[in-house]
T-cell receptor, first 110, second 113 residues
Framework: QKEVEQDPGPLSVPEGAIVSLNCTYS??????FMWYRQYSRKGPELLMY????GNKEDGRFTAQVDKSSKYISLFIRDSQPSDSATYLC??????????FGQGTELSVKP | DTGVSQDPRHKITKRGQNVTFRCDPI?????LYWYRQTLGQGPEFLTY????????KSRLLSDRFSAERPKGSFSTLEIQRTEQGDSAMYLC???????????FGPGTRLTVT
């Protein structure tokens, strides 16, 4: 079993839709959760990070962690074509490294 | 504020050749990380440094791979006797030691023919 599982998609939505991206993880000791956005042939860009359970909001983006079910989510409101990218969830493992999911490819159609 | 930079951006090499990549982290960041990403997958951790010290190495980092950060600033990743399976994007990231946020460079895309 992979430590972090993420549906690779692809996910296609119309402009203005609410997007929900999700990951599950296996180790209940994980506490720091991150979302990165990666445009084609570019490096990942940090979007948001959260600690432990709860929600964190930044503009159109909301990150949510449910530690009881080991489930992390990223919601994008009023999605735009410029949001089209691959979204990677990542978990910080004590010792310094990030453990990434496979990434979900999102396409927002005008 | 200058971000993480990597050089070269693209490298095409023949199987069996040695290649070296360079990463320059954000200037005040004392931690530097190397990851590898293959098509359709998330980045996989290879190794990381705090200042000059290499603190952790993944089992993915075979003995053909070596990384250095001699003065605690830039880092190099060398792959000896490249194989076609080494074709991937090699990503560098940096952070401070008191945060969990890692900032990535644009990556070096390696193609082994």
């Amino acid at each position: 079993q992979k430590e972090v599982e993420q549906d690779p998609g692809p996910l296609s939505v119309p402009e203005g839709a609410i997007v929900s991206l999700n990951c599950t993880y296996s180790n209940s000791a994980f506490q720091y959760f991150m979302w990165y956005r990666q445009y084609s042939r570019k490096g990942p860009e940090l979007l948001m990070y959260t600690y432990s359970s709860g929600n964190k909001e930044d503009g159109r983006f909301t990150a949510q962690v449910d530690k009881s079910s080991k489930y992390i989510s990223l919601f994008i409101r009023d999605s735009q074509p410029s949001d089209s990218a691959t979204y990677l969830c990542a978990i910080y493992n004590q010792g310094g490294k990030l453990i990434f999911g496979q990434g979900t490819e999102l396409s927002v159609k005008p | 504020d200058t971000g993480v930079s990597q050089d070269p951006r693209h490298k095409i090499t023949k199987r069996g050749q040695n290649v070296t990549f360079r990463c320059d982290p954000i200037s005040e960041h004392n931690r530097l990380y190397w990851y590898r990403q293959t098509l359709g997958q998330g980045p996989e951790f290879l190794t990381y440094f705090q200042n000059e010290a290499q603190l952790e190495k993944s089992r993915l980092l075979s003995d053909r791979f070596s990384a250095e950060r001699p003065k605690g600033s830039f880092s190099t990743l060398e792959i000896q006797r490249t194989e076609q399976g080494d074709s991937a994007m090699y990503l560098c990231a940096s952070s401070t030691s008191d945060t969990y946020e890692q900032y990535f460079g644009p990556g070096t895309r390696l193609t082994v023919t």
